[in-house]
Structure formats: structure tokens, C-alpha cells
């Protein structure tokens, strides 16, 4: 079975520093794409990054990167130069065939 | 170039009601999910339509709940005889494409809320 486990409900980060959020993942299937999502108070879903299991590389997306371990089955988001707008929710998610599986989230509260 | 649009985007409903949820794709999508998100947790899958056709609905509660996504119009997620554990907030999702690599784009979500 798919399980998505993200350790950390809540996280306190400077705003301008850098900030690692964990997620750990359990599949037995080859094939599969791994999400980070940011969910703010307003409740909308926004996207933030990709990773396929083939990609070699990790995947960047402006602040956001993705380290991608996969023999750990680890796929953390890494936040560089934390912002008071990222303070919000971010979940991580794999999708296998045509589902996506949640983790609990993290709250991550950005201070000025 | 609008995304998901989902409405309404807050619904409140008695018990015993119907509550109908609806979701347009982005523009190309032909693959629509929902989810639903209980407070304080993540979200969960519920179905997986294509249009006319229902792919994969092993998240759907076996009874109360039907999804369709017709040749035309929206994708429509029913609740008959809502109950009170059916508050929470449904996430509509689209992608162009099915598959495990392809990125699903969600909608605002309807918040349902039943007294």
C-alpha cells in the first residue's frame, strides 16, 4: 500500500533563512511522481514542485527545491529565503496510477 | 486562462438535504479527480472520472455518494441524506492527461457544512 508520512505538524522558521520540510514515502512500485503542495489560509491548493522516480536530478522551482533520496524514499522540500507569505500549510503527496496520497502536513509559521 | 473553477465555494446544507458539488477542468483537461479534506488533515482520495466515464472510485463512501462527469457541463459530485461527518471541504483536481507523472491542478475546493 501507498503511504505518505510527514513528521513535523508544525515548524518555526526566520523569515530569510532556509527551511527543510520532511517527507518520507512507501511504495513498492517503480513508477511514481512525488508533490509538494502549499495550502494557505484562504484553503486553496496551490502546486509547487515535481519529482519523477526516474529523474536523476533533484527538481527546482525558483526557492523551492526537492531533495529527492530515493533509496531513504525520502523527498524533502527545501524553502531559501523563507518569506512571511510562505507561512501556510504544505503537503506532500505521491501519485500512483491516476491517485495522489496525502500526508498529514506541516504548518510552517514564518517570523518576522 | 482560468484553472479549476469549483462552485459553490461554500455550501450549507440540513441534515437529510442533498449537497451538489460541481467542477470545471482547466481548459485541455479531459481527467477529473475529488478529494476530500476532513479539518486538520490531508486530503483523500474519492474518485477518478474521465468524461462519461468512472475510472476509479475505490475513495467513494459505498453509500450516499455518486460522482459524474458528463459530455457536457461539469463534473458533479452528489451527497444524498448529508450527515454531519460530511462536513469538510472537497477538492475538485484536473489533469490533461491520467498516470502517475502527470501534475493534478486543484480547484478552491467547496467548503460543505452541515447542522
Known amino acids: 500500500a501507498q503511504k505518505i508520512t510527514q513528521t513535523q505538524p508544525g515548524m518555526f522558521v526566520q523569515e530569510k533563512e532556509a527551511v527543510t520540510l520532511d517527507c518520507t514515502y512507501d511504495t513498492s512500485d517503480p513508477s511514481y511522481g512525488l508533490f509538494w503542495y502549499k495550502q494557505p489560509s484562504s484553503g486553496e491548493m496551490i502546486f509547487l514542485i515535481y519529482q519523477g522516480s526516474y529523474d536523476q536530478q533533484n527538481a527546482t522551482e525558483g526557492r523551492y527545491s526537492l531533495n529527492f533520496q530515493k533509496a531513504r524514499k525520502s523527498a524533502n522540500l527545501v524553502i531559501s529565503a523563507s518569506q512571511l507569505g510562505d507561512s501556510a500549510m504544505y503537503f506532500c503527496a505521491m501519485s500512483y496510477f491516476n491517485k495522489f496520497y496525502f500526508g498529514s502536513g506541516t504548518k510552517l509559521n514564518v517570523k518576522p | 486562462n482560468a484553472g479549476v473553477m469549483q462552485n459553490p465555494r461554500h455550501l450549507v446544507r440540513r441534515r437529510g438535504q442533498e449537497a451538489r458539488l460541481r467542477c470545471s477542468p482547466m481548459k485541455g483537461h479531459s481527467h477529473v479527480y475529488w478529494y476530500r479534506q476532513l479539518p486538520e488533515e490531508g486530503l483523500k482520495f474519492m474518485v477518478y472520472l474521465q468524461k462519461e466515464n468512472i475510472i476509479d472510485e475505490s475513495g467513494m463512501p459505498k453509500e450516499r455518494f455518486s460522482a459524474e462527469f458528463p459530455k457536457e457541463g461539469p463534473s458533479i459530485l452528489r451527497i444524498q441524506q448529508v450527515v454531519r461527518g460530511d462536513s469538510a471541504a472537497y477538492f475538485c483536481?484536473?489533469?490533461?492527461?491520467?498516470?502517475?507523472?502527470?501534475?493534478?491542478?486543484f480547484g478552491p475546493g467547496t467548503r460543505l457544512l452541515v447542522l
Open positions: 483536481a484536473s489533469s490533461p492527461e491520467g498516470g502517475s507523472q502527470e501534475t493534478q491542478y
